[in-house]
Structure formats: structure tokens, C-alpha cells
């Protein structure tokens, strides 16, 4: 049974930051790839950033330098620090775990940036 459950989602004023958390179970995570994608609304699901399981780390340009992913493996948990956000950062925001074999997904967390 894979359970990725994220939190840390809320309203946060433009300018402001949030840090996004995502505890996994069920999944051998010291091994897999991690990932934090997106959707807003009337879009589709996107990838904001990536970490290896070796901890290094990939951002979608509209990102780079704002947020930073980051892993704690002992916790067998993904952040995700989201810094200086943007009304068009507005977005459910979901974990994902890739395995050799299978992608599982959290149920996602609502950021709201707005004034």
C-alpha cells in the first residue's frame, strides 16, 4: 500500500513563503526519485522540481531560485520551501514517488498566493 500525504498548503500573500512536506510509506524511498508537479486551474499538471535519491536536485525554470526541493530519507519525507511566491503559483501541488516500476501520486495541497 503506497500513501505519499503532502501538507504545509495554504493562502500566503505574494512576496511570501511556504514550505510544502510529503511523508511516504509503501515505497522504498531511499531508492526512488522524487518530485513535486502542479496543476493549476485550467492547466495541466506540470513538473516544478525533482530530486534523486542520491539528494540531487532539478527545477522547472519558472522556479529556479525561488523554490527549493530537499529529502530526509531518515523521515522517509520530501519538501518542498517555496520562497518569494507569485499569484501564477497558485496551484494544488502534488508529491510524486518514481520506482523503477510504477509513479504514485499524493492528493495534493492547495497554494494560494493573493493578496
Known amino acids: 500500500q503506497v500513501q505519499l500525504v503532502e501538507s504545509g498548503g495554504g493562502l500566503v500573500q505574494p512576496g511570501g513563503s511556504l514550505r510544502l512536506s510529503c511523508a511516504a510509506s509503501?515505497?522504498?524511498?531511499?531508492?526512488?526519485?522524487m518530485g513535486w508537479y502542479r496543476q493549476a486551474p485550467g492547466k495541466q499538471r506540470e513538473l516544478v522540481a525533482g530530486i534523486t535519491s542520491g539528494g540531487t536536485p532539478n527545477y522547472a525554470d519558472s522556479v529556479k531560485g525561488r523554490f527549493f526541493i530537499s529529502r530526509d530519507n531518515a523521515k522517509n519525507t520530501v519538501y518542498l520551501q517555496m520562497n518569494s511566491l507569485k499569484p501564477e503559483d497558485t496551484a494544488v501541488y502534488y508529491c510524486?514517488?518514481?520506482?523503477?516500476?510504477?509513479?504514485?501520486w499524493g492528493q495534493g495541497t492547495q497554494v494560494t498566493v493573493s493578496s
Open positions: 510524486n514517488a518514481t520506482e523503477l516500476t510504477r509513479r504514485s
Open positions: 509503501g515505497i522504498i524511498f531511499g531508492i526512488s526519485v
